[in-house]
């Protein structure tokens, strides 16, 4: 594994993950979509909002007063199969963040790249490249940071799919 498969996968890596349903497909995407809140409803409580449709299924915590795009999203689909209904997907930073994500760090290594290169005709700026390996740096642990911030909402959001897609006995 080299240095780049690395990073990304510490970065923009995903959990795969999978949630049998007790119902058809139409009652799945009823109970699924009756239990999600909107997102006027997070501003007072915790709850998961989203999409939720018989071909995608998009789904993030919220926690009122806590910012953090970061955060991990349940992207997924229904699949009908020969036991059931399974709502199949994975747990993932939203697509535009990892392009926010992707673009910093690219600039950084460009930096970094262009910095080395003008420090080689200027010995006195040999310090320079050290400036985008630092922002480069920064911008992992930033990123590593906020990941941590968020590092229950995959367990929260799937027990929340599980409720909604189990027969509770009471």
Same mark, same amino acid.
Not at 125 to 137: D, E, H, L
């Given at each position: 594994?080299?240095?780049?498969?690395?990073?990304?996968?510490?970065?923009?890596?995903?959990?795969?993950?999978?949630?049998?349903?007790?119902?058809?497909?139409?009652?799945?995407? *009823?109970?699924?979509?009756?239990?999600?809140?909107?997102?006027?409803?997070?501003?007072?409580?915790?709850?998961?909002?989203?999409?939720? +449709?018989?071909?995608?299924?998009?789904?993030? /915590?919220?926690?009122?007063?806590?910012?953090?795009?970061?955060?991990?999203? @349940?992207?997924?689909?229904?699949?009908? /199969?020969?036991?059931?209904?399974?709502?199949?997907?994975? $747990?993932?930073?939203?697509?535009?963040?990892?392009?926010?994500?992707?673009?910093?760090?690219? $600039?950084?290594?460009?930096?970094?790249?262009?910095? *080395?290169?003008?420090?080689?005709? &200027?010995?006195? &700026?040999?310090?320079?490249? @050290?400036?985008? *390996?630092?922002? $480069?740096?920064? +911008?992992?642990? @930033?990123?590593?940071?906020?990941?941590? @911030?968020? /590092? /229950?909402?995959?367990?929260?959001?799937?027990?929340?799919?599980?409720?909604?897609?189990?027969? &509770?006995?009471?």
């Amino acid at each position: 594994m080299n240095i780049i498969s690395g990073i990304a996968r510490i970065l923009y890596g995903s959990l795969p993950a999978e949630f049998a349903s007790a119902y058809s497909l139409d009652e799945s995407v *009823a109970r699924l979509n009756a239990a999600r809140g909107s997102a006027l409803s997070a501003i007072a409580r915790e709850s998961a909002t989203g999409t939720v +449709g018989t071909s995608r299924v998009v789904l993030k /915590r919220v926690i009122p007063l806590v910012r953090n795009s970061f955060k991990p999203y @349940f992207v997924g689909a229904f699949e009908p /199969r020969a036991a059931g209904v399974v709502l199949v997907g994975r $747990f993932t930073m939203h697509w535009s963040v990892k392009l926010f994500v992707t673009v910093w760090l690219g $600039f950084c290594v460009l930096w970094t790249v262009l910095a *080395a290169s003008a420090a080689i005709d &200027q010995p006195k &700026q040999w310090f320079v490249p @050290f400036i985008g *390996a630092g922002m $480069f740096a920064l +911008g992992v642990a @930033f990123v590593r940071l906020c990941q941590w @911030f968020s /590092r /229950r909402d995959p367990i929260w959001l799937a027990d929340f799919i599980r409720r909604a897609l189990t027969r &509770q006995t009471v």
